[in-house]
């Protein structure tokens, strides 16, 4: 009993003192994505060497994805703990401006390996990516090499892809298709639709259900293979190339505009440009790093597909449009 | 000495005009209650014992009004035709509830209860279970429980209804004695008019939410010119 | 002289609380126009064909699946009824809980397994849709409706087993006479309660549904509360689910009949022809290969994995550390509330008051429809302008976790406490044995069986949850199921698998644990 109680108080002292601790250095909020966050992501990593340079904690708040960091912000407003938002896409930022939530990064934009150039004065880019679809070599010879094809061919593969009311490659593959066919692409869908056996929630059910081999393809990302070939040492996966290009995902980060510590923050934004940083992404985040040049990534990635050239549609023609083209594609596919 | 006075009571909702009651109970005595199922009896006994509140009237007990005492606090013991015992304790823990609901029994109390379990001759089966016991025997811990409790009003319903004749006519002598012995009031419910012969001087008949009659018992079974009676005793 | 019911007052505390927690964030979700970004919704979605689909299709697979798995499981709980004496009885049970515990993206990668293009019976493509939802369905609720069900036998009084053997009734007249007065007091309930989570199917109804044409309106709030970000949207619509739950709850309930047979705890055999053992045991064994199936196709999948490498790590160790401590807070939380309302509603059912007291069983229950993703979006608009939310997390997905036990603890525990109540309540105002006293000699003893099998069944679901834990982030340490989800997300299907044996095992462990623990051994 007394051994219990010394225990406890031991333990409570502890806790207490821990607090102390916690007080006296500053603390980083950053909101991002799970996966970011998690044992595999980059999250360990950026965090420890973010914290042997900044003498401060960072503490990362994983969220669902993308689509959850912005709601939590908006339902949070000015009295948010996040210091920064890291993980928004492309078909989020021009939602996340209108917000008034974020406030300049006030970087000077120098070299990125980002195709295309950059310019945006609240949202810094620190990977990207491109949707593809993704086979097994062994099990389909010969892949469509174009969307087109993908789309037209009746006899084509049978497809995996997510629900763009639900997944960023959803969204992701419902913009494409509107970026190659434009007011067709309720009637691409339509043909499409045949050979898609399931929509699922998310990307990790249709990468699992296509590893059981539900389906000769997946929605997934050029830089798929990548894990395969680096963490399996399997080479049968390949992203299949299509001639029109591949539409492309770009991750940022911005910095909120309650901040107390933007001077911190901002630190922090500048490190995700460094290589410190950007060497993590490829392996971990299985992305592209945004600034680090393309010599400097895994020798592995150079067995990737060329996915260029990179397909974008205005953010703002997509958050204006975005719920109605979801609409469009809800009663193509309820047919 | 139990007085019953102008005990109103009527069922949320129901149709039926309301039960009226008036009975008196000497110490030392054991009234029967008869009459025809739905009359009142059970009623009755639920007024008595606070499980229903009377819309009027009192209830006396040596002159001290009760019908406003919580269940527990209420001078009464009941025994019911069955569910008397919690089938997981043992007998004497059974009946030492009855003392303490805490079980904090003083060596007093301890041996109060080894008593009244030798008084009704259940004194080997202490630390037995409930199941394991003869529906009789199961009753004499009910009663052995009342003889702990010392609580002036003792209520038995139906209590001896699914035993034999001979166990039945035992048990009821028992009751008779514990009665007198600590003076306290009896009302016993029974549909058996052998029963009311055993078991008490004077029996009430109850019939629609009333005392119809209320007499020496050989008399009331035997003699009633009431139609109710005799046609609830199957005599008309 | 009217004296207020005690039982009264700690059930309207926790109905209070039930209300606050389900309406406040509604509320407040609803009074957000104020927000940035957020334009007022458009509100006549009532007139849209895709809303009516939506709902029409989310009721048919509801009503479908409930029917298919509550419909065998009358037949297997019943083949467990009267088979009291075979080898690894209790085991089989126990592994009848585990679908319900194991996450829905876990339970599609292992009925994919099995029914998939690969899998060892294979549906091809036309796995995907109706027939997949009714597959993974009946999976995660026939166990759970056996396990329901199967005490009911157990309140059939053995003199009455006697009576149908003395009478040389026929096995479809003791059913007829004996088993399904007994069972209507459950059936209802359970039926309602299996509708309800087919009703809230989620990931199972997007990723085995084929496509939107497979929407439910728990999808439908989820897109308008994340993608469309209108919460007074997904408000109404989640008030229409819980409207649509109650219309539904009225009809079933009305079905319900309290039994006016007593209960006995029995163990005798029971008298059967010659036939009935073999044909009980073939029932049995199907629905344990229904089951065990999806469920062995996880073990081999798990064992093909980094077994070692993910059971050495310290991370998984302080998830399962944080699993378990909202897994067993979420289990006493649920069980002590559901404890109250059941004490109130036994009591009203006791004075005659029966139509009340299955409003209070309703009450408590129906609660599990309104979508977590709700009451947590709903919570943290009240509490995030107050307190730190960070701070708040536990409390929060401990809280909405054990409401969502609430129908469990009040199916498993009410018709066993109703009973109590109705049998010893007399006699213990009369013995003035109450409150604590009462608990310690009376409830306890005799309601510990029920009692420890709501507290595993909450624990076992919040060890598993994914949705409430998933809402407000992880700002530490990542429960398993969430670790799972996040393995799922980074590539590492192998890891996941294994995380998710050892989410399983653990879940098993925990409920052994409370079974045993709280209900005692079997033969107590």
């Known amino acids: 009993m007394y051994l219990n109680l010394r225990y406890f108080g031991a333990c409570l002292l502890a806790l207490i003192m821990s607090f102390a601790v916690q007080a006296a250095t500053p603390t980083l909020v950053v909101y991002t994505y799970d996966s970011f966050t998690s044992e595999w992501g980059p999250g360990p990593q950026v965090k420890t060497a973010f914290e042997a340079r900044c003498s401060c904690r960072l503490k990362f708040v994983g969220l669902e994805d993308g689509v959850s960091m912005l709601n939590r912000l908006k339902l949070e407003g000015n009295n948010t703990r996040a210091d920064v938002l890291l993980g928004l896409d492309t078909s989020l930022t021009a939602e996340a401006r209108t917000s008034g939530l974020f406030d300049a990064h006030g970087m000077v934009l120098e070299s990125w390996s980002l195709p295309g150039s950059w310019q945006d004065d609240l949202f810094l880019p620190y990977d990207y990516g491109y949707f593809a679809f993704v086979y097994n070599q062994e099990r389909l010879a010969n892949p469509p090499s174009s969307l087109r094809q993908l789309v037209e061919d009746e006899q084509g593969p049978s497809i995996l892809v997510q629900d763009p009311r639900t997944s960023t490659p959803g969204l992701g593959l419902l913009l494409w298709i509107k970026k190659i066919y434009g007011d067709e692409a309720d009637a691409a869908w339509a043909r499409l639709s045949q050979r898609i056996v399931t929509v699922s929630k998310g990307w990790s059910e249709a990468y699992g259900l296509f590893l059981k081999g539900e389906a000769d393809m997946v929605l997934s990302y050029t830089t798929s293979p990548a894990y395969h070939i680096i963490a399996e040492k399997d080479s049968r996966f390949s992203a299949a190339r299509f001639s029109e290009g591949h539409y492309q995902q770009i991750e940022v980060a911005g910095l909120v505009q309650s901040s107390k510590q933007k001077q911190l923050a901002r630190e922090f934004l500048k490190f995700m440009l460094s290589e410190d940083f950007q060497t993590i992404i490829p392996t971990t985040n299985w992305m592209y790093p945004a600034v680090l040049a393309s010599d400097r990534l895994p020798a592995e990635f150079r067995q990737l597909i060329d996915p260029s050239p990179s397909l974008l549609l205005d953010d703002k023609l997509v958050a204006s449009k975005r719920k109605a083209w979801i609409d469009e594609w809800l009663e193509v596919m309820s047919r | 000495m139990l007085e019953i006075k102008q005990l109103e009571f009527r069922y949320a909702g129901a149709s039926a005009p309301a039960m009226h009651f008036d009975l008196n109970v000497d110490p030392g005595e054991v009234v029967s209650l008869i009459g025809p199922s739905g009359s009142g009896k059970s009623t009755l006994l639920g007024l008595v014992s606070g499980f229903l509140a009377p819309d009027s009237g009192q209830i006396l007990l040596d002159g001290a009004a009760i019908e406003k005492l919580a269940v527990p606090s209420r001078p009464v013991s009941i025994v019911f035709q069955q569910h008397n015992l919690f089938p997981h304790l043992d007998l004497f823990t059974n009946v030492a509830l009855g003392l303490d609901p805490s079980l904090r029994l003083t060596r007093q109390q301890v041996s109060e209860v080894t008593a009244a379990l030798e008084r009704l001759g259940l004194e080997q089966l202490q630390q037995r279970k409930p199941g394991e016991l003869s529906g009789g025997q199961r009753q004499r811990v009910a009663l052995a429980r009342v003889l702990v409790r010392k609580r002036k009003i003792l209520l038995l319903d139906e209590a001896f209804a699914a035993l034999g004749p001979a166990l039945r006519a035992e048990l009821i002598g028992l009751v008779k004695n514990l009665v007198s012995e600590n003076k306290m009031v009896a009302l016993l419910v029974s549909h058996q008019p052998r029963d009311a012969l055993i078991a008490s001087t004077r029996t009430a008949f109850i019939c629609e939410g009333r005392v119809a009659a209320l007499d020496d018992t050989v008399a009331l079974l035997e003699q009633s010119r009431l139609p109710e009676v005799r046609n609830y005793l199957g005599t008309l | ?524």
């Open chain 3, 1 to 524: 002289m009217t004296q207020l019911n005690p039982r009264a007052i700690p059930a309207g505390i926790v109905l209070a609380l039930v209300g606050l927690i389900i309406l406040a964030p509604l509320a407040g979700l609803v009074n957000l126009s104020g927000l940035p970004g957020y334009e007022p919704g458009d509100l006549r979605f009532w007139h849209s064909s895709y809303i009516r689909r939506v709902l029409s299709f989310s009721l048919w697979q509801a009503f479908l699946s409930t029917l298919c798995s509550v419909l065998p499981a009358i037949l297997v709980a019943r083949a467990f009824a009267l088979q009291m004496n075979f080898p690894m009885r209790g085991l089989l049970l126990r592994l009848f809980a585990l679908p319900l515990v194991v996450p829905a993206v876990v339970a599609v990668m292992g009925v994919v397994s099995v029914y998939g293009t690969g899998g060892w019976i294979p549906f091809g493509k036309s796995l995907y849709g109706l027939n997949g939802i009714l597959l993974a369905h009946v999976f995660f609720n026939l166990p759970l409706a056996v396990r329901l069900l199967l005490p009911q036998w157990q309140s059939i009084p053995e003199h009455h087993w006697q009576l149908g053997d003395q009478l040389g009734m026929s096995a479809w007249q003791r059913w007829r006479y004996l088993e399904w007065p007994a069972l209507r007091e459950a059936l209802p309930g359970v039926m309602l309660l299996v509708f309800m989570l087919c009703l809230t199917s989620f990931a199972v109804v997007l990723t085995l549904g084929g496509g939107p044409k497979s929407t439910t309106l728990e999808v439908a709030i989820y897109q308008s509360l994340r993608f469309d970000f209108n919460p007074a949207r997904a408000v109404v619509l989640a008030l229409l689910q819980l409207v649509l739950c109650m219309l539904v709850a009225g009809v079933t309930l009305k079905l319900q009949r309290l039994p006016e047979v007593e209960i006995t705890l029995t163990s005798g055999s029971r008298p059967q022809g010659l036939l009935q053992k073999p044909l009980d045991m073939a029932l049995i064994l199907a629905a344990t290969i229904y089951v065990g199936l999806p469920l062995s196709s996880m073990l081999i999948d798990a064992f093909g994995g980094p077994l070692l490498q993910i059971i050495s790590s310290i991370y998984l160790w302080q998830s399962i550390a944080k699993t378990l401590f909202i897994g067993l807070s979420a289990a006493l939380m649920s069980v002590i509330a559901g404890w109250f309302l059941l004490q109130y509603s036994a009591s009203l059912a006791l004075a005659g008051q029966t139509n009340r007291a299955r409003f209070i069983d309703l009450a408590g229950s129906i609660v599990y429809v309104v979508p977590p993703l709700v009451i947590g979006t709903g919570m943290f608009v009240l509490l995030s302008s107050h307190v730190d939310v960070f701070n708040w997390v536990y409390p929060i997905v401990i809280t909405i976790n054990a409401l969502m036990g609430l129908p469990f603890v009040i199916r498993c525990l009410g018709p066993a406490l109703r009973q109590n109540h109705a049998r010893y309540h007399h006699l213990c105002q009369s013995l003035d044995l109450q409150g604590w006293n009462r608990f310690r000699y009376l409830e306890w003893p005799l309601l510990r069986r029920p009692l420890g099998l709501a507290a595993a069944l909450v624990a076992a679901l919040a060890m598993g949850d994914l949705g409430v834990i998933a809402l407000f982030g992880t700002p530490d340490t990542a429960t398993l199921a969430l670790v799972i989800y996040q393995q799922l997300g980074a590539y590492l299907i192998p890891h996941a698998t294994v995380t998710a044996l050892v989410l399983l095992l653990l879940c098993l462990g925990v409920f052994w644990l409370l079974e045993r623990g709280i209900g005692g051994k079997p033969d107590a």
